[in-house]
């Protein structure tokens, strides 16, 4: 399994950024996706999570209103528009997936097996 991460950079505080995650090697349609986000000297934590069929998502309280996760299952790929940043989002990105249950998402990191190599974000004040 391969989880490419994509769309990383500097960005002023305000601006916007659109990551993304593309997945091989395993049944993208039946796996939970998420996106986590790891900042120097802290723990990973989750910033967003998607179910398979994109109807149900889940989202750090920091980042309701301001980021948006999707999915096209037909490319195999997990999104994450990031808007209104701020120099708190400053982080390493890191897109996870976990084949699950059709009713099924996960918000803990111990929780997914494979994951994609991280793509820095940099917020600047």
């Known amino acids: 399994v391969q989880l490419q991460a994509s769309g990383g950079g500097l960005v002023q505080a305000g601006g916007s950024l659109r990551l993304s995650c593309a997945a091989s090697?395993?049944?993208?349609?039946?796996?939970?996706m998420a996106w986590f986000r790891q900042a120097p000297g802290k723990e990973r934590e989750l910033v967003a999570a998607?179910?398979?069929?994109?109807?149900?998502?889940d989202y750090a309280d920091s980042v309701k209103g301001r980021f948006t996760i999707s999915r096209d299952n037909a490319k195999k790929t997990v999104y994450l528009q990031m808007n209104s940043l701020k120099p708190e989002d400053t982080a390493a990105y890191y897109c996870a997936a976990q084949p699950c249950i059709s009713s099924a998402y996960y918000t803990a990191a111990r929780d997914y097996t494979y994951w994609g190599q991280g793509t820095q974000v940099t917020v600047s004040s």
């Open positions: 090697g395993l049944t993208f349609s039946r796996a939970c």
């Open positions: 998607i179910m398979r069929s994109s109807s149900s998502t």
